[in-house]
């Protein structure tokens, strides 16, 4: 949703100041700001939160019973061994069976032999465990996420660089200084989970300060354009709307995100009481000098999580939940009679199908309308209020306040049961989501169609080479005189109707030979009538 803000001001940026130069300057600082502000929720707040994850996880090895750490650390080593040896000989094409077969093994038990005469292991076990733990973890979330993610949105792998490579000197620190225990490995934990947890919060709090400047960035460039062009309202209401989207992509994903992270840790915190250390022996380093009213005591590991999942969400989680609870259910009371007649849609078309289908576009259009109400409350109130208000909160004392705890834990609880039902279920909801799968094609498709990356594979082109290919082949085909189709008349619908208008435009600036007759009978100007009279020009404001 993120990239479907940035490309609404691209194209407010491409349309506008072609017609008035006097007005770039303005458009740009917004579109900028707007970048920015997007890349820092999509990429520095995901990364922060998955290596706060990595090291929530490094104090699960603690679990491990202490007569079993040598074998395990022992195990690890040639485990590695044995992959990095298979990796040379795949790579040199070996042929030889007694070398496949033999040589792992070979460099696996002379690999421990001479790090026992070494005196490697004498490091410590919890120590090498937490190395061999954060690598695993870290290759692991390497392959499964940052690699993919960068794929559909470049500058991942770089700001996983700027993050990480600090962390992993100071985790290197805290090994050298914290005891070779459960306790000293679980403290390095609790260490690591509070500078990042400092680096998510002031993240958070440059993503606020960003979010009011691009919104004072739209009003500024709003304010000129109905300066300088006072006579066309068209070109002010497109604008208008494209700021609105562009304020929804933020605010959306970025409450959504919050909430869910929360939760998230809610669940985690929950799950994890039975794994952790239940002594009380940690005593924050810097969070109770950051916020004043963070506890300053002794913690046991669980309690110091489940302090600072409920010290972040702040009592100001009570009123989004109310506002979410809202929106969704203005959401429903507009979708469920679309959704019923998805399912059961009718056999026949009839005068009262007709009037039907109309007063159900009536009550969609006023569920759109409603569902308007509730978004801007989102961007008005909720966000101030998320930043701000918690902010000032950290001040007050809350020790009688057990909302936010009770919230957090239904909220976690709901996941978790969602996750099991998901996973259980697998490919049998197919069969019971009815209407409402058909309701999140429909949601996707805008995302899906807008994305940029890979730029080798993206939707949009996939798209358009099989939609090409189609009326090649039309244009192409002949009958049994010889003859081609005098017409090749284009129905579309909703998307369908975007793509449609994309792709003919495409074809009108980049000549095909194939369809050269194409080409010069393209009606591009009705096609325009066409998607603004149709309610997804709403999404497509300056698509003209």
Known sequence: MISLGDLVL????????????SYQKSLKYWQRSQLWTGNLLSLFIPILN????????LSLPVNIPEAYLPLLVQGIIIIILVIATGLFLLKQNNKNFWTWLLLPLIVSILGIFLLRISNFFAIGYYRLIAIEWLLTLGFTCWILFIKPYDRHNPGVIKVSKIIVIPLLSLTVLLLVINSNSAQGLTQISLNLIEVIYLLLFFAWLVFNIMYFVTMALSCIAINKLKQSNPSNPTYLLNLKKAAWTARLSLAVPAILF????????????????SLLL???????????IVFPKFPDKTFTAADFVQNLTEFSASPVAVLVVIVFLMALIIALWSLVPGIVADIKPPN??????????????????????????TVSILLCLIIPLLFLTGFILYKVPLEDWNGTKT?????????TASATSLIA????????SFGLRGVLDVALDVDNYLRLYPKEDNPRARIFARYVSLLRYLYQWRDSDNQPYDKIIIISHSQGTVITADLLRWLKAEP????????????????RKIIFHHAIAKIYPLKK
Request: glycine content about 4%; aromatic content about 12%; proline content about 2%.
């Open 258 to 273: 919050l909430f869910l992270t929360l939760t998230l840790w809610q669940a985690l915190a929950n799950i994890g009481v």
């Open 10 to 21: 691209e194209f407010a940026y491409d349309f506008y100041h072609q017609k008035q130069d």
């Open 425 to 432: 279920l697998g490919d049998r909801l197919n069969k019971i």
């Open 50 to 57: 998955l290596v706060l994850l990595i090291a929530a996880f």
């Open 278 to 288: 239940k002594e009380e022996f940690y005593k924050p380093l810097v969070l109770s």
């Open 512 to 527: 095909d030979d194939d369809l050269e007759r194409l080409q010069s009978e393209l009606p591009i100007s009705v096609d």
């Open 407 to 415: 919230i957090l834990n239904i909220a976690a609880g709901v996941l």
């Open 348 to 373: 026949t078309a009839t005068d009262q199908d007709s009037s039907d289908s109309e007063a159900l576009g009536n009550w969609l259009t006023n569920g759109f309308i409603a569902m308007i109400y």
